[in-house]
């Protein structure tokens, strides 16, 4: 069994930073693509942020500049650092990868970690 387990949310002021991780839990052979998505209160969880097996990056607009994604494969652990923070970065963040394990190659997603911004 997979697990992807989210952790370093909570609240901070505008302008300060956050850095989030998530660890992968289980029998892991590899894993490709990972990423982060994040999800407002009545809005749709959105991708944000995701980095490929060769440690290519892409970004939303939204965060580009701010915010950077970075794995680390060895600990099985993705992170996203955080900077410049927004009162609009209020969301419950999500992280995504697919990844092949003794149960075969799936996406799996974490529970979600919240991060709130106060202006």
């Known amino acids: 069994q997979v697990q992807l387990v989210e952790s370093g949310g909570g609240l901070v002021q505008a302008g300060g930073s956050l850095r989030l991780s998530c660890v992968f839990f289980?029998?892991?052979?590899?894993?490709?693509?990972m990423a982060w998505y994040r999800q407002a209160p009545g809005k749709e969880r959105d991708l944000i942020a995701a980095v490929t097996r060769s440690d290519s990056t892409s970004y939303a607009d939204s965060v580009k500049g701010r915010f950077t994604i970075s794995r680390d494969n060895a600990k099985n652990t993705m992170y996203l650092q955080m900077n410049s923070l927004k009162p609009e970065d209020t969301a419950v963040y999500y992280c995504n990868a697919d990844i092949r394990s003794g149960l075969g190659q799936y996406v799996y997603w974490g529970r979600g970690t919240q991060v709130t911004v106060s202006s």
């Open positions: 289980g029998s892991i052979y590899s894993s490709n693509t």
